[in-house]
């Protein structure tokens, strides 16, 4: 098994595998036959009467040999063919994962403090087009380009330089949507590789924790931005409203996060009017999470 046949997309069905039609290979082989025959039947009635019985022989025989010959030429081409077209439908399969798991990737570059769950997708990216590489047969310096540039952002992640900011909050209900989907994915993708022994119990129920506490996270931090900007314009009953939606997530998530009680607790002031804003620390993703 490939990794290209492990990490199937999460949100599209599979790629349907090229089919052979039965009924149209019998009847090409039919007609092969059917022509086969004739050409020879055509040949023996044609060779002139003056030749010898031993000639007539040789020389049909000599035709059914280049026949055969030209059949199994046929034959082989139409086997590379195929074969090279099964080739580009795997390359492009392998591709479009990839593009998948960069947008995966760079989603959580941006959402998530703890960095060894991006490299470990990352990982994934460079497996995919280790196997793009062992399919290509023109062009392998793209590729070869791509796989250091994918391993060099491993080593990036790894390091901890270039360390962009880190936020949970989005714009918009669709950027909400959108990151909770990679989220899920990501949590999916890191769940396959403890099954493949790639990372060990604890550190899948560490990555599985920071994962879903994300995931909560985006939604509730991107209220509690809008509540914020009502604030800021006088709009204290939207802002309210922004807030209790902010809130009823936390409070019907089972997530054990301490952070979650004390920001519920916290959003309860901000409605009341006992607060002006969520605690720094709260605001923080980096705070009271595993980092690199």
């Known amino acids: ?43 023996a009635n044609t060779i002139p009467d003056f030749y010898t019985a031993d000639i007539r022989m040789t020389l049909i025989a000599v ?23 099964e080739r580009r439908l795997q390359q492009r399969r392998l591709r479009i994962r990839a593009e ?28 995919l087009q280790q196997q ?17 540039k994918t391993e060099a952002h491993s080593e990036e992640l790894l390091s901890g330089t270039n360390r962009q900011s880190i936020s ?36 899948l129920s560490t990555y599985l924790g920071e994962l879903r506490w994300a995931h909560l996270m985006v939604a509730v931090m991107s209220y509690i931005g809008q509540g914020d900007k009502s604030m800021a314009i006088s709009d204290r009953f939207s802002a309210q409203a922004f807030y ?16 979650r009680l004390k920001m519920i607790k916290e959003l309860g002031e901000l409605v009341d009017g006992g607060r002006d804003s969520l605690s720094k620390d709260l605001r923080d993703p980096t705070k009271s999470s595993v980092m690199i």
């Open 132 to 148: 793009m590489l062992a399919l290509e047969e023109k062009n392998p310096e793209l590729l070869e380009l791509a796989i250091q």
């Open 244 to 259: 209790r939606k902010a809130q009823y997530l936390l409070m019907e998530s089972m997530h054990q996060d301490p952070r």
């Open 63 to 85: 035709l059914f040999v280049l026949m055969i010959l030209a059949l199994v030429a046929v034959s082989v081409v139409n086997r590379i063919q195929l074969r090279q077209r």
């Open 100 to 127: 998948e798991l960069t947008e995966v990737v760079n989603c959580l570059a941006e959402t998530l403090p703890n960095r060894m769950i991006t490299k470990h997708i990352n990982d994934m990216i460079a497996s």
């Open 168 to 203: 949970y909050q989005r714009e918009s209900d669709a950027q909400i949507a959108k990151t909770q989907l990679h989220l899920n994915d990501a949590m999916q993708l890191i769940t396959q590789l403890a099954a493949q022994g790639v990372i060990n119990e604890a550190e």
């Open 1 to 43: 098994m490939t990794l290209g046949d492990v990490f199937l997309p999460l949100h599209r069905k599979p790629y349907p595998a090229l089919k052979k039609s039965s009924t149209n290979t019998v009847n090409l082989l039919f007609l092969k036959c059917f022509i086969f025959s004739y050409c020879i039947t055509i040949t």
